[in-house]
């Protein structure tokens, strides 16, 4: 594994959302949904693809926190502006889990 330094760490700007709205996104080449995600004042809404279908529907997702990487660049995927990495970890079978918080904290938190 390589290692780095708490700089290199300190330049992923991770931060804890709400999902505000989420939809099926057949147009992805892999199973997805299109999530919308707030992260507060100064960030506001951000969008993001996930690969979350195995064990989330749009409609439960609605007002789960999560986190997410928001200082990438912006991809398109499908015709979609995919703006953030929201996190996850696989299941046994490979399937994305998402990480969230223990408990519930203020949108736009930084992770530390």
Known sequence: ???ITYA???KLDIRVGTIIDAQPFPEARKPAIKLWVEFGPGIGVKTSSAQLTVHYSP???IGRQVMAVVNFPP???GGFES?????GVPDEN???VLLKPDLKAPDGGRMF
């Open 1 to 3: 594994m390589d290692q």
């Open 8 to 10: 290199d760490f300190e």
């Open 59 to 61: 409609d439960r997702l």
């Open 75 to 77: 991809r398109r995927i």
């Open 83 to 87: 703006e953030i990495l929201v996190l």
């Open 94 to 96: 490979g399937a994305v």
